[in-house]
DNA sequence: TTGTACGCGTTATCAA
DNA sequence: TTGATAACGCGTACAA
């Protein structure tokens, strides 16, 4: 600012500090810096930060400890902009008061978080959109869905690019993407076999409570009851299974008791299994005396109920290990074959499916 | 490409078109893209995106239009690096397969993205750490911590730039920051007057399960409890409240057939009042009539139960709402002065608190 | 082993 | 109302 002197570098030099002084925009140490106070250029410093090779030990050292002391950190906007990446996995889920949900995040962010990454969240419509959007351009390298079973076609349609690193968390399969799949049927027919051996007259399936997740996903688990009920020619019985509105407390109240209670319940997830228990209790069915009941997703609060809840569990940690393994193999490699896995879902019988006719 | 023509604009403009030609790095739209269709600058693009001020409305118009027809969005990390800003909240919370941290990020979340801002989720002690570095580069525009009750200082302390624009979401008080405070003793002390009316002979209060949460923090709940008994004369009964060593279901049905179970069971939170209610139910106490019971947090499961579980609910959607207009104000101007709040939990009462005797 | 030159996509500033 | 130019902080490619 003040003398103008010659030689390249220190044109460039006082350049650098004119501009740093000038603007006092953000006080964040930058590579500039460290490699002034370093005596060395800022691709040094660059090389030394991120540790690739071809660098003196001496200098390495030297410019380690200085960008310590001047307590450095990249700038990740700088980089993400230089590189073309961002370093960011966005996670598309359901609302995280579901427990389903946030259990997933939970799972997830310690394995992305030790590859490096961080995680952006997005859950609601409105996001959604911004989601696409977003990562049209360069801000996510990555997503990762759960449970938003209708997304897959928004996503191939909206933006291309994305959906190439995008895998899906999911009770049902997507054809065309990378999936980790939670095949709950096998478990679903365990607990029918239950139920059907313990001689219950009638064995009924219950849909979901309140939030009615997506007309067009297939109910797997009301898809196995079908055909086992099919299979051992019973009648099936389908408790607010149409997805048309909502259950409400009220009108499993009204159905059961126009008819009674069905011998055994089969629910579609642990939260209407609890609601469901909820109404039983207050018509005086005794559990599992007088009624069977199983959920699924494995809620920890299953078991603190009296009688304990039974439930039927994916085994999430290992379906979100698989599903970042996944995603970053296709990451490092978009051109890579379609990465599909199938885990099988347990049932964990609990006194709710222990019939005293065994 | 083909042609070169004369004219300053044309040539900025091929010296654009070939860099962008020349590597094939990012297929995404640029400023530039937009620019060149529309025959104007990339500040004239620039403006309309942004919607400032001062452009034509025929040039808006078109601009807008060619804009959406080549699906331009803007790049956040170039804007980042220019601005200085990057628009993104960090969230720091408890792990989320709590229901407690799960809500307030489900809470949060809308109101960050309704003004404009991503989400970034941190709660890892690993992510802690990195938080603190990222925001003390230009990566996060503002922080709010949630439940890390030992955080106030360590950020005091790494990052007194990041501190600045922090706002906590607490059960306790933290002097000299800004934050959102839930006051629960009106809800225990009106909980503690209901157990004392019932008449039973001893109250207790039930620490924390498994997690052990801070040691430095100060239990508001219990305190309140003290307080109470002391004032009314009655020996306190602490069960596993010293954070020694957490508790588990056999301690506290170790601790039940010991002395037998008090009549009334204040708890730390809902969780531990779930795992009560289980350990009671084995040891075949009944509720309220043996025992009458309640949690804290409101959790929804609590309803279900048999009888309903009592819980003391602060009111997490105010707070939430009201921390993220704290963060706004104090990202908008960080000299204002300190902002904090406070309010009441209110005290839910269900059947597990309605004794016969009242 | 280290340095130079320039681009990444956007915005701020000043000039026209 | 619009444009030219220079940052923003870092990485790539190549030169020394």
Not at 77 to 88: D, E, N, P, Q
Not at 113 to 134: D, F, I
Not at 268 to 290: C, F, H, Q, S
């Amino acid at each position: 600012m003040t003398e103008v002197q010659g030689g390249k570098r220190m044109t460039t030099t006082n350049k650098i500090r004119k501009s740093k002084r000038e603007d006092g925009r953000s006080g964040a140490t930058t590579l500039q810096d460290v490699a002034q106070v370093a005596g060395v250029t800022t691709m040094t410093v660059s090389r030394v930060i991120k540790g690739a090779e071809g660098v003196g030990s001496a200098t390495r050292e030297r410019v380690l400890r200085i960008a310590e002391e001047l307590n450095y950190t990249a700038n990740p906007s700088a980089r993400s902009l230089a590189t073309g990446k961002t370093g960011v996995i966005a996670v598309v889920s359901g609302s995280l008061n579901h427990y389903y949900y946030a259990n997933i995040v939970h799972l997830l962010e310690p394995e992305i978080a030790a590859s490096g990454y961080e995680m952006r969240l997005l859950n609601t419509h409105r996001e959604l959109k911004a989601l696409v959007n977003s990562t049209k351009s360069v801000s996510v390298d990555g997503v990762i869905v759960a449970g938003r079973y209708n997304l897959a076609a928004q996503f191939r349609a909206l933006a291309p690019q994305v959906f190439q690193s995008c895998v899906f968390i999911d009770a049902s399969r997507h054809d065309e993407t990378d999936y980790v799949h939670a095949n709950l049927a096998p478990a679903v027919e365990e607990a029918l076999e239950l139920m059907l051996k313990s001689g219950r007259a009638r064995i009924a399936y219950v849909g979901h409570f309140h939030q009615t997740i997506s007309k067009n996903m297939p109910e797997e688990r009301m898809r196995t009851y079908l055909d086992v009920m099919e299979r051992v020619e019973r009648v099936p019985e389908l408790v607010n299974a149409d997805s048309g509105i909502p259950l409400t407390p009220e009108i499993l109240m009204q159905a059961l008791k126009e008819n009674g209670a069905p011998g055994a319940l089969l629910c579609v997830n642990d939260e209407t299994a609890m609601r469901v228990y909820r109404v039983l209790r207050d018509l005086g069915y005794r559990i599992p005396e007088d009624v069977l009941l199983v959920g699924c997703d494995n809620l920890p609060f299953m078991e603190f109920f009296d009688p304990q809840l039974s439930t039927i569990a994916p085994p999430m940690k290992e379906m979100c290990a698989m599903a970042w393994d996944f995603l970053q193999q296709r990451i490092a490699d978009p051109t890579i074959p379609l990465q599909q896995a199938t885990f099988d879902a347990r049932l964990i019988v609990r006194p709710s499916l222990l019939s005293d006719a065994l």
